[in-house]
């Protein structure tokens, strides 16, 4: 199975029995065989984790961790405008912008724009399409 969680959503509503991801070690399908022949249902660990850690990070981005100008900030950065536009649209200094940009990879822990862009997907905050 692939690792993107979005194949791993349309498996689990699919209804399939396990989630074993192509890159884990044969005992971890052969253990899932196992639980199927039980009639249990096995998602392995790593999938697990990966589902976990993307939905905790797009709670954050729906909870208070983030202000609203934050969320604003992230939100036209992900649109893919430059820190001057976005300094321009919001009437403060691109000064003010780079700040803001480094506050959002503190709290998200991520180091890139595409790691940024990525959470704001995920969190519903912009859309793919266009």
């Not at 689990?12 to 192509?22: I, P, T």
């Amino acid at each position: 199975m692939h690792s993107h969680p979005l194949y791993q959503e349309r498996m689990l509503e699919a209804g399939v029995s396990a989630c074993v991801l192509k890159s884990e070690p044969i005992d971890a399908l052969v253990v899932a065989m196992h639980v199927i022949q039980r009639g249990g249902t096995f998602v392995s660990c790593v999938a697990m984790k990966r589902d976990a850690v993307a939905a905790v990070r797009s709670a954050r981005l729906d909870s208070e961790m983030l202000s609203a100008r934050e969320r604003e900030v992230l939100r036209l950065l992900a649109q893919g405008r430059r820190t001057r536009e976005v300094a321009e649209l919001l009437a403060v200094s691109p000064k003010t912008i780079e700040t803001c940009r480094q506050r959002l990879r503190d709290k998200l822990g991520v180091e890139t724009l595409p790691d940024m862009v990525r959470l704001a997907i995920n969190a519903g905050l912009i859309s793919t399409e266009s």
